[in-house]
T-cell receptor, first 117, second 113 residues
Framework: GAGVSQSPSNKVTEKGKDVELRCDPI?????LYWYRQSLGQGLEFLIY????????KSGLPSDRFSAERTGGSVSTLTIQRTQQEDSAVYLC???????????????FGPGTRLTVL | SQQGEEDPQALSIQEGENATMNCSYK?????LQWYRQNSGRGLVHLIL?????REKHSGRLRVTLDTSKKSSSLLITASRAADTASYFC?????????????FGSGTQLTVLP
């Protein structure tokens, strides 16, 4: 597709359940980012992938959060044993190449709205 | 923690007026970007200004950057109702160790018809 896509668009789950959120980046983009946005707040960085390098996981809030990127393309963000404070919009972005001037503009997907009851 | 902080948090103007939003940051940056977000969903990249640039234009948008004051402003001229959205600044760290953008908490702009 032409842009970053995410699925599902909305996810309602019960506290304690695991959820998986998917991101399909723009074809050819080597960098992929996950952010979280709580209601009325700015974006909180979670994790970043660049090519085959080890991901930067410095933003993950707890060990219940993990992400992988298979084949350098699709990424899955997994939240285990969800808590109510995990409720937020999870945004994925990709860029041609991170940290390189002119190639680091991030293009965002529409997000997944997660509600933990 | 969020580095970029937008000011004001909310702004309401009449259609046709200009809207100015400000952003302050704390560390040395490689570049600063402005994004727009409608209805709490995906962000759209508006404009990027590099640390060695002072002003940049794109259509009705004008961005300034003052690295000595660690601040930037976004001016939207001749605003339209469709400009109603949240606007975020985001900084790319100069150190190179952080590849992600650091976003501020945003300015909610409402343009009244």
């Amino acid at each position: 597709g032409a842009g970053v896509s995410q699925s599902p668009s909305n996810k309602v789950t019960e506290k304690g359940k695991d959820v998986e959120l998917r991101c399909d980046p723009i074809s050819g983009h080597t960098a992929l980012y996950w952010y979280r946005q709580s209601l009325g707040q700015g974006l909180e960085f979670l994790i970043y992938f660049q090519g085959n390098s080890a991901p930067d996981k410095s933003g993950l809030p707890s060990d219940r959060f993990s992400a992988e990127r298979t084949g350098g393309s699709v990424s899955t963000l997994t939240i285990q044993r969800t808590q109510q404070e995990d409720s937020a919009v999870y945004l994925c972005a990709s860029s041609l190449r991170a940290g390189i001037l002119g190639a680091d503009t991030q293009y965002f997907g529409p997000g997944t709205r997660l509600t933990v009851l | 923690s969020q580095q970029g902080e937008e000011d004001p948090q909310a702004l309401s103007i009449q259609e046709g007026e200009n809207a100015t939003m400000n952003c302050s940051y704390k560390t040395s940056i490689n570049n600063l970007q402005w994004y727009r977000q409608n209805s709490g969903r995906g962000l759209v990249h508006l404009i990027l200004i590099r640390s060695n640039e002072r002003e940049k234009h794109s259509g009705r948008l004008r961005v300034t950057l003052d690295t000595s004051k660690k601040s930037s402003s976004l001016l939207i001229t001749a605003s339209r109702a469709a400009d109603t959205a949240s606007y975020f600044c985001a900084t790319a760290d100069r150190s190179g160790s952080a590849r992600q953008l650091t976003f501020g908490s945003g300015t909610q702009l409402t343009v009244l018809p």
